[in-house]
């Protein structure tokens, strides 16, 4: 792993009046001895919002992390700011949930050991004990939380102590065979991704591979989504597809999307990792 | 334009048992003289049949034309075939529906000048003149045939009446933006090619692009099919597809969407008047 | 097309020393009564150099246009900036040069056509006759200079005076069967786009589908670039590819080339129209 | 994994003079009570071969494989062929090289384990110990031979002991970074398939992703091909590629550029071990 970099703060915003925005985030940080590193914006005309992610070196800056923040809460208050704001050496903690399909677990695990995740992988959470092994050989810790049919509700009150007691800043569905209430995911807003073994919205639901089978499409996808209360209905974060032919059986079509699904999961963690993602009601801005 | 080469005999053919069936065709071609050129062959477990291309070389072939259709009738009732024989000097004739989008009728036209297309392009027919001047200039017949929407069944009974009258095997519909009557599409099965602007079977409809804006989808496609009474569920023949992002907007999505439909539609046309398209139910299978 | 919106000015900058910098031109922007539309910057740590494109609303802005040149000339020499002005109502002027083959002139003709080009199409200019009644189908002026191998000099300089009689600002080389002189390149930096039948830097030079075929490559593509001195090595737009077999044969790559020439061509030609694109020594940064 | 299918043969065949070939091998396989299930087959006019790869079952066939052989035999002298004849039933043995890099090693580990491979990984080989626990996590054995400069043939002569003692069929350079010698590579003449990790012919030898980015490419590739005695210049069997910008630097590059190799070197080896490579000069052909 190359030397750690010097840390950056992020912030994301959005808003409606944008008018002098940019001139008044660029003077704070230029006024305070910052150095932008990387600026992105975008205008959304059919809902009017404006958005920015705004990179900028911490070394020499002259403000303390409690100073930032109260400076960014003011400008925040003029302009009406939606707003988040990280540091880079503030990793954030991720959890996995998976189930017994070990592709999507071994290519999250694989990308955070080779250090290109952006975050910490803090645990690895299943209702099986087929992928305890795996886990363990990349030293993260595993729990096991069945979820049998009459007590989801048990289960998923195991789980959320977990994710507390962690402090699990992203819960990651790698192939999780289970559906979580709208309890869950209300309780955590744009903090669930999960991977759809198709391209939605076609195909939304259970086996997606038989469906494309059936109407013989020559392409097959995988979304990545954050999760919603409505099942596989959240905002995008990415895609991916390939080509298949007559000749893919379901077998072949679910080999070639397994490559599908672990690449387009590993980006789209890693791009909120990042901080590359913002949420506009059903869609996201991607800054790439 | 390259020197034409000697004409090949293509045969198509699906049937249910098999056993024996290479042998025969391959031992008819070879005791007649004749040369293989391509085999391809492809069985579907799901429906238990079996499809077959054919190409040989007529040249040193000792059957004639009439010959040949005899000994393959006699094959086809052994093994209770469907078949379709064709050669490459008798080509296809081809008619091209478009209303006021020109991008794809100039690809199929530029095709077609080329020399790739495999077919004959003998009428550009239109409900408006706006495309007249480029039929001219590809110097093919336009034929203004105009819609109006208390008299569908009287312009489509001079449509017919022209197709008939000009012996045309295939129409493709260049962004055509009438619906084709079930009387009219029952006429011609796997006939009709369309071009749908979206990656079907997401976005079935109107205003696909919107739609896909709408949803904040990460790719959007094109498909090429055959045109069935049920809209946009013919026989998907090819599709392809390209990224796109947020700040794509609707009329990006246009333009990126031309580029795909124009490129999905002439590959589908070309694979269909190479013979390599065989519809099985509701799938097809390209011998690519 | 759509109304045409308000006019905004693009100014693209490249310089050494950044700190402030995104402060002053944003500032600049908010305080003369402008909107930022569009604003993308990059850092490239190897050369120690900054880019910037930043694009903001004309409506309302308090300078004028030679009152802007001023403001901008007061930062770039406070900052030691190179930097270009342009704005959306004063629309770069294009020749296409072209030899014989079509597919590359078909595509920009029409994409000018359909109002998605960002620049106006002045002239054709060829060595041949055989793409005048394009040019003319498209009522874009064709002019006939042939070029002889004793003579080239001579034909360069019938071109030259043409150029600058037209004003034009871009020179498109869309399969251009000639190599122009470096005087004729020296003149224009960063002016003249060329394709180039292959997926540089593989297969320089002359018949590239032919050394693809006998490498057996799987993969084919095509690559615009800015023409310099050294052929072939010029600043890369934009590349793309497509996959192939051992069942395509030359001419199959040439057809399959042909799609991917016309597609990049056309989209490096409008990136640079849209001032989208900075040169930095033998590489571009393409603000997408 | 699903039940085994019943066993199958694959014959592989490369000829000059194909009259009437089709028609012995199909009649070959009928007269003896199998059936065909998959035949391909391709005529390269360059160099006059033909090549074919049929493939049929062996429930209910009359032959035991002594006598297959045999009739193959006899065949095989009146058509003058070059064949190869397999089982699905007998397995491929391969073996993996690698040095540090974990990726493709992984790949290739979890494609085995899932059994998609369609062979057996018998053994991980390395100069150093830091994959030695992944081969153990994947119940692999390990082998270590360090390879030092001073006595690289003493390290190949044990690597090629056991290789012999594991009767190994194939192997694998899993981003292995030692040069094997040509004496190594002439003894297993198309049966080592190695990864290099760009677009070739395109940036051959070291350090292609440094070159990628110095001449400011587009698209970056990856490429499978067998090992000859020239670096890099074996017969291609796959290859891909994927999109990157002024964006991406060398690290960025190098993260991308593992997924290409990754998913070509793992798709290279499942094409070779379902025996649907045929080599024809320093080309393949690759029936999909």
Redesign the interface.
Not at 35 to 45: K, T, V
Not at 199 to 203: E, I, R, S, V
Not at 235 to 241: A, E, G, L, T
């Given at each position: 792993m190359?030397d750690a970099p010097s840390p950056t703060a992020t912030l994301l915003v959005a808003c409606r009046d944008?008018?002098?925005l940019?001139?008044a985030l660029?003077?704070f940080?230029?006024?305070n001895g910052g150095?932008?590193?990387?600026?992105?914006?975008?205008?959304?005309?059919e809902s009017g919002l404006f958005f920015m992610r705004l990179v900028w070196d911490l070394k020499g800056f002259v403000l303390d992390r409690p100073q930032i923040r109260q400076a960014i809460e003011h400008i925040a208050r003029r302009f009406s700011l939606q707003w988040d704001l990280t540091y880079t050496d503030e990793r954030a903690r991720v959890a996995v949930f998976a189930t017994r399909m070990?592709?999507c677990l071994?290519d999250l695990l694989?990308s955070h050991?080779?250090g290109?995740l952006g975050g910490d992988l803090v645990a690895v959470v299943s209702n099986h004990r087929d992928l305890e092994?795996v886990a363990t050989?990349f030293d993260v810790p595993f729990h096991h939380i069945p979820v049998e049919r009459i007590d989801k509700a048990g289960a998923e009150a195991k789980q959320m102590a977990l994710l507390d007691s962690l402090r699990v800043d992203l819960v990651v569905l790698a192939r999780y065979m289970q559906v979580l209430s709208p309890g869950f995911v209300a309780h955590r807003p744009g903090r669930i991704i999960n991977i759809h073994h198709s391209?939605?919205?076609?195909?939304v639901g259970a086996k997606p591979y038989h469906q494309a089978k059936e109407?013989?499409?020559?392409?097959i996808?995988a979304t990545a989504h954050y999760v919603t209360s409505e099942l596989d209905q959240g905002?995008?974060?990415?895609?991916?597809?390939c080509r298949v032919?007559?000749?893919d059986?379901v077998?072949h079509l679910i080999?070639k999307g397994?490559?599908l699904e672990r690449?387009v999961l590993t980006r789209a963690v890693r791009l909120h990792l990042e901080r590359r993602v913002l949420i506009s009601e059903?869609?996201?801005?991607?800054f790439?």
């Open positions: 190359p944008r008018t002098g940019v001139a660029s003077a940080v230029f006024e150095n932008i590193r990387d600026a992105d914006q975008h205008a959304e005309p070990p592709h071994y694989l050991q080779l290109e092994s050989h391209f939605l919205p076609a195909f109407k013989g499409v020559k392409v996808g905002p995008i974060i990415d895609q991916d597809v032919s007559h000749r059986d077998e080999r397994r490559e690449q059903n869609r996201t801005i991607v790439g």
